[in-house]
């Protein structure tokens, strides 16, 4: 009985895992045709498929393509009064082909694949209509887990346009109530702008232009006889727009623009994306970027799109209109040599700046720009592309510190840098020596390896519980792998191996040992982990597994009482794993 039960599960995860692979198959068979073109689009999307997911009017949190931390916004952050619970409706015919629920992330979220191509998706969702909440809950309770991830053949959960399909909320890495709404392409899975698929929002509001920085592009450039970049307030009213109070700006050599630009909408003070950049030099396009569609491997290129440095130190975006050679977003078109501009000895550049965002209003800023008669410096020609610490963006790289190793795949850098290396002495508990390469001021694309020899011998529960930190982020995971433990990073740093062998924190918060719960909708507890971070958790009452929900933003455990638990005495169990297989459990008995 107990094969056929685990055998069961086995099936119901596998299919879980690689269902994921079936929304494309199963798309094949609907009518991919777009209406009518959105004047904003080279592309052709519908204007009258689909409905509003709210009843109320919209109202927006965050534009698609918004500049955040690390990735582009991949929807539109529609406002919900500030209240949890306002009936969310799907936008149009077709059936719920997914059904996924984190602890952060979207954490409560919907996918519908619509028969026009497109697929509308709904999160931070409080909960979901009864017949899919009931599907939820039965499918959690197959599982034993909180978080699923699914895919749905269309007979299962078919919709109609208007039906509501969930509840607004402030589900996983949500900071306030609201629904995060998105269309994407069903065969690419590329993000849409929903604001080309003819969902109104008001806006008669341009856009605001904040300031435009110059870059000298290499050693033998410079602006205003300076060799870094110079940062000019934008000045004149909105929506046309001057630099340096019209005068002219002086510079030399080969040099780069960037932008800080905003958008709002009507009758809302969010300060939100703009649509497009375009920089023209003399009346001709050089450079223009577009947020109408991208590629979810490519999201991360924000950092080689923005100013990363600049972020760091002075919290600003800086969107740069050169596009380094190892970004691969496809949001760029029209580029004269990936918008570097090469200047010419007295020759003057009238430059302009058009930025509009998705309903076409439109600011714009005109400077001009000088080419000097002679570089005012002496000529330097630097050796740093022989050096053995210069890598090629679009090449393998590895490296080697002592006991230290790490792998960066090809374009996990934008452009080829100089990637210096240290190593330091271990100190403390740490199982090794510290190695340091790079530093926070040059962005990773994507995950890489790295592996650390231990510098002493380690029994083998030590090994077990090895991993690799990386100082000033926590664990960067770890596991023996030919006498080096390997863990993966995705940023610079400093890394050095530690141990984890401490289990998981339980703190509960409304219940305890004989406690009468029978006033409490819910048993509540707090978890956490001090280095690799918790990998599962299970929750008994009188040992039959009940299903609790994970708010990771508040480290918060949730069982809502049901007939799971009848009135009387009861016995709670919570049994909660880290990374690296610490266990902790709490136990209590209570009466309901």
């Not at 409905?51 to 582009?72: C, M, Q, W, Y």
Request: charged share 20%.
């Amino acid at each position: 009985m107990k094969l056929k039960k685990y055998i069961y599960h086995y099936i119901l995860k596998s299919i879980s895992v690689i269902g994921l692979s079936l929304l494309v198959i199963t798309n094949f068979a609907f009518n991919y045709s777009y209406p009518r073109l959105n004047n904003n689009s080279d592309r052709e999307y519908p204007q009258d498929f689909f409905r509003s997911p709210v009843d109320i009017k919209v109202f927006l949190a965050g534009t698609f393509g918004e500049l955040r931390p690390n990735h582009f916004h991949s929807g539109i952050d529609i406002r919900t009064n500030s209240m949890e619970g306002l009936p969310i409706y799907a936008v149009g015919d077709g059936y719920i082909s997914r059904v996924r629920v984190q602890a952060s992330g979207f954490g409560n979220a919907l996918y519908i694949t619509h028969p026009n191509g497109l697929v509308s998706v709904y999160a931070h969702l409080q909960r979901y209509n009864t017949p899919f909440n009931q599907y939820l809950k039965d499918l959690q309770y197959n599982l034993k887990t909180f978080e699923v991830d699914t895919l749905l053949s269309p007979e299962i959960l078919p919709v109609k346009k208007g039906q509501v399909i969930a509840f607004g909320g402030n589900s996983g890495a949500s900071q306030g109530p609201h629904l995060h709404f998105e269309i994407r392409d069903a065969l690419t899975e590329e993000p849409i702008n929903p604001l080309l698929c003819g969902f109104e929002v008001p806006d008669e509001v341009n856009p605001f232009i904040q300031a435009v920085s110059i870059y000298p592009l290499d050693e033998n450039s410079s602006v205003n006889n300076i060799k870094t970049k110079q940062r000019y307030a934008a000045t004149g009213s909105r929506p046309d727009y001057t630099l340096n109070n019209g005068s002219i700006i002086n510079a030399w050599g080969t040099i780069g623009l960037g932008i800080e630009t905003i958008d709002l909408q009507s009758n809302s003070s969010n300060q939100n994306g703009v649509y497009s950049v375009e920089l023209k030099q003399n009346g001709e396009r050089i450079y223009f970027s577009k947020m109408e569609r991208y590629f979810f491997k490519d999201t991360r290129a924000i950092n080689s799109h923005c100013d990363f440095k600049e972020r760091n130190y002075s919290g600003r975006w800086v969107q740069k209109s050169f596009v380094e050679p190892g970004n691969q977003l496809t949001i760029y078109k029209d580029l004269t040599n990936r918008g570097r501009i090469v200047l010419e000895p007295n020759d003057v550049y009238n430059m302009e700046y058009i930025v509009k965002d998705a309903k076409g209003n439109t600011a714009t800023v005109k400077f001009t720009i000088n080419c000097v008669d002679k570089n005012p410096y002496n000529l330097t020609f630097s050796n740093y592309r022989n050096s053995k610490d210069f890598w090629s963006y679009a090449d393998q790289n590895k490296i080697e510190i002592g006991n230290f190793k790490a792998t960066f795949p090809p374009y996990s850098f934008y452009d080829s840098i100089l990637l210096y290396r240290t190593s330091t002495p271990k100190v403390g508990n740490a199982y090794s020596s510290k190695y340091t390469i790079g530093n926070k001021d040059i962005p990773v694309h994507g995950l890489y390896d790295v592996w650390i020899k231990p510098e002493r011998e380690l029994t083998p529960y030590q090994l077990s519980k090895a991993l690799v930190v990386q100082a000033g982020r926590g664990s960067a995971g770890g596991y023996n792998h030919d006498g080096y433990i390997k863990g993966k990073a995705k940023t610079l740093g400093t890394f050095y191996l530690g141990a984890d062998s401490v289990g998981p924190s339980i703190k509960p918060v409304n219940i305890s040992n004989g406690r009468n719960m029978r006033a409490a909708s819910k048993i509540l507890v707090k978890i956490g982990d001090n280095l690799s971070g918790v990998k599962s958790f299970n929750a008994y009452i009188d040992d039959e597994w009940v299903l609790m929900t994970h708010d990771a933003k508040y480290a918060l455990l949730a069982y809502t009482f049901d007939e799971k638990c009848p009135p009387g005495k009861h016995v709670f169990r919570l049994v909660v794993t880290d990374m690296k297989d610490n266990k902790t459990q709490y136990l209590a008995s209570f009466t309901k």
